[in-house]
């Protein structure tokens, strides 16, 4: 699945270069890679991270979303459809992601008007 000699050489890269160590973690270097358009370029790098970011890191973090899940639907239980669901319990489990984003709250509004 991946290429371990070219993974080797990118992540050699990855560490020698100053404005890769300002990341904090997997989400944030796979989101410059994707703003500064280098997925071709770091194509391993890139596969991995986008395995690293959707597998859960532990059991705690799968039950989280569970809970999360069970809050919303038991909020909302009787008005929403399948698809509803699965999208207010994303932005739930995702909201760190989502508060970074700006103006996220008027871009929803301006989409649904």
Do not use: H, W
Not at 25 to 31: C, F, K, P, T, V
Not at 49 to 57: A, E, K, Q, S, Y
Not at 90 to 96: A, D, G, N, T, V
């Amino acid at each position: 699945m991946l290429q371990k000699d070219r993974l080797k050489t990118e992540l050699g890269v990855i560490y020698r270069r100053s404005d890769f160590r300002n990341m904090t973690g997997a989400i944030s270097l796979l989101q410059f890679i994707i703003e500064k358009n280098l997925q071709t370029t770091f194509s391993e790098t890139y596969k991995l991270l986008l395995i690293i970011v959707t597998i859960p890191m532990t059991t705690a973090e799968a039950e989280r979303c569970f809970s999360t899940l069970k809050r919303v639907k038991t909020f909302l239980r009787s008005t929403m459809s399948e698809d509803r669901l699965s999208a207010l319990a994303m932005l739930s489990i995702e909201k760190r992601m989502i508060n970074d984003i700006p103006k996220f709250d008027e871009n929803v509004i301006d989409l649904f008007a």
